[in-house]
Nanobody
Framework: QVQLVESGGGLVQTGGSLRLSCTAS????????MGWYRQAPGKQRELVAD???????TYSDTVKGRFTISRDNAKNTVDLQMNSLKPEDTAVYYC?????????WGKGTLVTVSA
């Protein structure tokens, strides 16, 4: 079992920045994907960005050019730098790790962007 722990959420004004961090409790051996999803009130959970073990990155169209995902395989971490935040970015952000058919989820961290 792998536990994912997120940190870095909070309240920020429109145009501001936040950095989210996620640490896995142990190394996920083999090829895997780590990333961030978000869920706004009344909406489905959606992919924000993810990154493979070898660094292949996918971004949602809504965050391209504003968010940057990175990972440190040695430290079992994945970070999300969020710039130029908008009120529509307000959501609970969840860290995710996929290995084979197994999905691991963090408990989530709330990001609130005020207008």
């Amino acid at each position: 079992q792998v536990q994912l722990v997120e940190s870095g959420g909070g309240l920020v004004q429109t145009g501001g920045s936040l950095r989210l961090s996620c640490t896995a409790s142990r190394t996920i051996f083999g090829r895997n994907v780590m990333g961030w999803y978000r869920q706004a009130p009344g909406k489905q959970r959606e992919l924000v960005a993810d990154i493979t073990t070898v660094g292949y990155i996918t971004y949602s169209d809504t965050v391209k050019g504003r968010f940057t995902i990175s990972r440190d395989n040695a430290k079992n971490t994945v970070d999300l730098q969020m710039n130029s935040l908008k009120p529509e970015d307000t959501a609970v952000y969840y860290c995710n790790a996929k290995h084979d058919v197994i999905n691991y989820w963090g408990k989530g961290t709330l990001v609130t962007v005020s207008a």
